[in-house]
């Protein structure tokens, strides 16, 4: 199972990138089988690049500092 603490310390690396451009992200959840649920709020949470975002930016992130990350999803 991954540790809570370090998945936020993740976040709060990317969190200014994503301030920048009028969005934030948080995290909702970590599940027992290793998947990080956030919600994109802001500019991102209703913008079409979203997605990208989320997967190439928080989730290659997420994933490159902390081994055993499956997937990054929004909720």
């Known amino acids: 199972m991954l540790d809570k603490t370090k998945v936020q310390s993740v976040i709060e690396k990317v969190r200014p ?3 920048r451009d009028g969005g934030d992200v948080q995290l ?3 599940t027992d089988d290793d998947i990080v649920k956030v919600k994109l709020t802001g500019a ?5 690049m ?7 930016g928080i989730e290659a992130e997420l ?13």
């Open 50 to 56: 979203s997605m990208m975002t989320l997967k190439g």
């Open 63 to 75: 994933r490159k500092s902390i081994p055993g990350v499956k997937a990054v999803e929004a909720v």
């Open 28 to 30: 909702v959840e970590v």
């Open 44 to 48: 991102c949470g209703h913008c079409p």
């Open 17 to 19: 990138f994503l301030q």
